[in-house]
């Protein structure tokens, strides 16, 4: 999976994470991507904000000083997080 793919992925799920905090399938999804972008693609540190809009995913590959950020659109963001919500099915109330 190309680094790109891989944050967007990330940031996906770190939506959802954040929106659903007891969901522990979400917990494991975060987990999994951000072992993947520091195996796979040497990225040490990610964040994410929200500005007008857009999300802005900083990151820094091991070994570099320079902070590298890429955008994505806020509703492009955000899909997978109205896609769950939208579903019955996983809006039960669960332990996490």
């Given at each position: 999976?190309r680094?790109?793919?891989?944050?967007?992925?990330?940031?996906?799920?770190e939506?959802?994470?954040?929106?659903?905090?007891?969901?522990r399938?979400?917990?494991?999804?975060?987990?999994?991507?951000?072992?993947?972008?520091?195996?796979?693609?040497?990225?040490?540190?990610?964040?994410?904000?929200?500005?007008?809009?857009v999300?802005h995913?900083?990151?820094?590959?091991?070994?570099?000083h320079?902070?590298?950020?890429?955008?994505?659109?806020?509703?492009?963001?955000?899909?997978?997080?109205q896609?769950i919500?939208?579903?019955?099915?996983?809006?039960?109330?669960?332990d996490?």
């Open positions: 999976m680094r790109d793919d891989a944050i967007f992925n990330w940031l996906q799920i939506i959802v994470r954040e929106a659903r905090p007891n969901d399938s979400a917990r494991d999804t975060v987990q999994f991507f951000e072992e993947m972008l520091r195996e796979d693609h040497q990225v040490s540190s990610i964040s994410k904000k929200l500005v007008k809009g999300y995913v900083e990151y820094q590959l091991e070994g570099e320079e902070v590298k950020t890429i955008q994505f659109p806020q509703e492009l963001a955000e899909k997978l997080l896609d919500m939208s579903e019955p099915k996983y809006n039960q109330s669960f996490g």
